[in-house]
């Protein structure tokens, strides 16, 4: 009975120093903390045939609309505009340009 006492004793004291640890390595910058998902700011659609970001998602209109055909990408990345491609941020939003550009 003692025996299974300080096993849980130690599992216990185990997983507090391990989420003492992560935390401090958090803090530190060596670990990234976690963060709430941010709901989308940016939306990239087809428009008059061209990809186009529009913000906020749902716009009726763009904000930027871009010299990429959506006809020349591939017919995974068309469907997906169709649907509405969400980004987070502006980063992404360049990040996906890219792609589609390359």
């Known amino acids: ?60 209109t763009p904000g930027t609309v871009t010299d990429i055909h959506v006809r020349d990408l591939p017919m995974a990345d068309r469907l997906a505009l169709a649907g509405g491609v969400r980004a987070a941020d502006y980063d992404q939003v360049i990040r996906l340009l890219e792609d589609y550009g390359a």
């Open 1 to 60: 009975m003692r025996t299974n006492i300080k096993i849980i004793l130690c599992v216990i004291l185990i997983a507090l120093a391990a989420a003492s640890l992560i935390t401090v390595l958090a803090d530190l910058g060596v670990l990234p903390a976690v963060q709430a998902a941010a709901a989308p700011e940016y939306e990239l659609r087809s428009w008059g045939g061209c990809v186009a970001v529009f913000s906020p998602p749902g716009a009726d």
